[in-house]
């Protein structure tokens, strides 16, 4: 049996509901749980586990403090504990059981009175007291009688005798919830403190703590994780007494969840997949559970569900969904992904449950999550990514080897659309470094990069994928244009030789005009008026078209050639050939009026 005591040094921070939240959890996956009730002063353990059919069950029930009364004023208690408890109803399909042991009927006078005449000090620290036995004795029966796999203990706040009990003497694990401001935090650190003192003056072992700080905003990076850190740091801060110091490695965050303001639910029972804050009692849970204990019954869940998966699908992803939901384990997040890829289901749904496999498991190497971003994420229509973080997909690419060119090529190209270049450029150099562009796709790298205006990663590429490039080029004048946008830009002249030497042309337009006059006169090529003459003659519809409205700082450079080279007939000659002659003037007028009077000539 595990004892968990949850404390909190002030109210108000969910600890309550997270007990209910987890001991539903527990239940749910087989396990038997007993509850108790030791916030004496402020019940309401028996509020969140119980519903108003059930708790009428409590109605002159005696529970903790009556347990406790009757052995203060020396009267004889049962044999048995189970006249102390009610059972708490599970669900349907439970495998477990939750064993509730409230603090009494808090709605009588007789309560209050008992609860007055407990001195607690004299209990536990006079001399001779049989208190720290008695407690100690509960928790032994509570093991007998019930054979619980946990037993979770909600304490009282602040600093008590009853408190103390439930912090010092009882747990094997004290989860304690905090609130991120000075009271709470110096409070709370005080107390954890004397607990270690305590329970090494009675050469006890040390309890693990498991602090949580409750009630986060939506989660805002990095100045969340900042401010966990802040929190570790100031709880491990040295003690006066060196002994006293706490060790904690890490700091756990519940959010706050706006629905439950309105009504409050044990969200472990719900279906919303979406809610942060069951993310979070997910993630604590998984500290608070050892994966041994719930993985035999989620594995057993999964291969029931599988037996049927192909015949009906549909019936088999709802129930994978529900276990996905309540589980940081890989399991039902690996069958339903494995669903999904074999019958081809709906892309956005594969890739949200894909996030949200990284999410829960913390695990970014499985081939399942990289053969879904293979098969799903792909640009739609306009070249829109679909939703899906770029921290994951990057995650996932880099922890399978950073090699797979077809999903770095989409993150680039998403990384771009999402503005943000640092990671497009960073995906590429890794392509780089590692030797894995495919040849026949180094093209497609490179306009990515020429597109981007990204030259100094274009001349990387070029350089490193030359002869590549060049067979491409030659039957891609398309491609050719951005490999010499590239080189303009660069303005390298042995790569540009380079590029003159194969004999390639770029495709017919103005720019491309206007850079290869430039790559042209930078090598003094002799036959540069005939090639520029060539590009020209083959000067498409919708370019001729542009020269009519372009603006002037656009066209200045291509006049500023034709002028040069005294190419106008030449250019009034292409108009004739691909249009009736009144057209043609009428085409020719327009471009003439368009052209920008600073141009040689005017």
């Known amino acids: 049996m595990k004892t968990i005591t949850f404390y909190s040094y002030k109210g108000g921070v969910g600890r309550t509901l997270l007990l209910a939240n987890l001991a539903k959890y527990l239940c749910r996956f087989g396990q038997k749980v007993f509850a108790l009730d030791f916030d004496l002063e402020a019940p309401g353990l028996h509020y969140k586990l119980t519903t108003p059919e059930s708790r009428k069950e409590l109605a002159g029930k005696p529970g903790v403090v009556d347990y406790v009364y009757s052995f203060v004023a020396g009267q004889e208690r049962p044999p048995l504990l189970a006249g102390y408890t009610l059972e708490v109803e599970g669900g349907d399909g439970v495998r477990g059981n939750i064993r509730l042991m409230p603090a009494g009927d808090v709605s009588t006078a007789e309560y209050w009175r008992r609860l007055a005449r407990i001195n607690w000090h004299d209990m536990v620290y006079s001399e001779g007291s049989r208190g720290i036995p008695f407690f100690l004795e509960l928790k032994a029966k509570i093991e007998t009688e019930f054979a619980p796999d946990y037993l979770l203990i909600d304490s009282r706040t602040g600093i008590t005798e009853i408190g103390g009990i439930a912090t010092t003497v009882l747990p094997d694990t004290i989860v304690c919830l905090l609130l991120n401001n000075p009271e709470n935090l110096e409070g709370a650190r005080e107390v954890l ?95 608070l559970v050892p994966n041994e204990v719930l993985l035999p019954q989620i594995v057993s869940l999964v291969r029931q569900v599988m037996v049927g998966a192909w015949d009906d699908p549909e019936n088999a992803e709802k129930a994978l969904i529900a276990l996905c939901e309540r589980s940081t384990t890989e399991e039902p997040f690996q069958a339903l992904l494995k669903i999904c890829l074999r019958t081809k289901a709906d892309k956005i749904k594969t890739l949200d449950y894909a996030v949200k496999y990284w999410r829960m498991c913390g695990r970014a190497d499985d081939p399942l999550l990289m053969a879904a971003l293979r098969d799903n994420y792909a640009p739609g229509s306009g070249g829109q990514p679909p939703s899906v973080p770029l921290e994951f997909v990057e995650a996932v690419w880099r922890a399978q080897g950073a090699r797979d060119s077809v999903v770095g090529q989409r993150l680039v190209r998403a990384s771009l659309h999402m503005k943000q ?157 691909m249009f009736p002659a009144e057209f043609a003037r009428q085409s020719w007028e327009k471009i003439k009026q368009n052209r920008p009077p600073s141009s040689p000539g005017d």
């Open 193 to 287: 403190r004397s607990i270690r003192r305590t329970r090494r003056a009675r050469d006890q072992e040390t309890t693990e703590v498991v602090p949580v700080l409750s009630r986060l905003p939506t989660p805002d990076q990095p100045y969340e994780a900042d401010l966990l850190e802040f929190v570790r740091a100031f709880l491990n801060e040295e003690a006066p007494n060196i002994e006293d110091s706490l060790s904690l490695a890490r700091v756990f965050a519940l959010h706050t969840e706006r629905s439950l303001e309105k009504k409050e639910s044990l969200l472990i029972e719900s279906a919303d997949a979406d809610s942060l804050l069951l993310r979070d009692y997910i993630h604590l849970i998984a500290q």
């Open 421 to 577: 270049p640092e990671l497009a450029w960073k995906t590429v150099e890794s392509m780089l470094a590692n030797d894995a562009i495919p040849p026949a796709e180094a093209g497609q790298w490179l306009g990515i990069a020429v597109g981007a205006g990204n030259a100094a990663l274009a001349g990387r590429l070029i350089t490193r994928y030359k002869k590549d490039l060049a067979a491409e080029a030659r039957g891609n004048r398309a491609f050719s244009s951005s490999w010499l946008t590239a080189l303009v830009a660069l303005g390298d002249r042995q790569q540009v030789l380079e590029f003159l030497d194969e004999d390639l042309l770029p495709s017919a337009g103005i720019q491309s005009l206007v850079d290869y006059y430039q790559v042209l006169l930078q090598t003094e090529r002799e036959d540069a008026s005939s090639r520029i003459r060539q590009l020209l003659g083959e000067l498409p519809v919708g370019e001729i078209s542009y020269l009519q409205t372009a603006p002037s700082t656009e066209l200045r450079a291509f006049w500023g050639i034709v002028d040069r080279l005294k190419l106008e007939e030449a250019l009034q000659s292409r108009l004739d050939a």
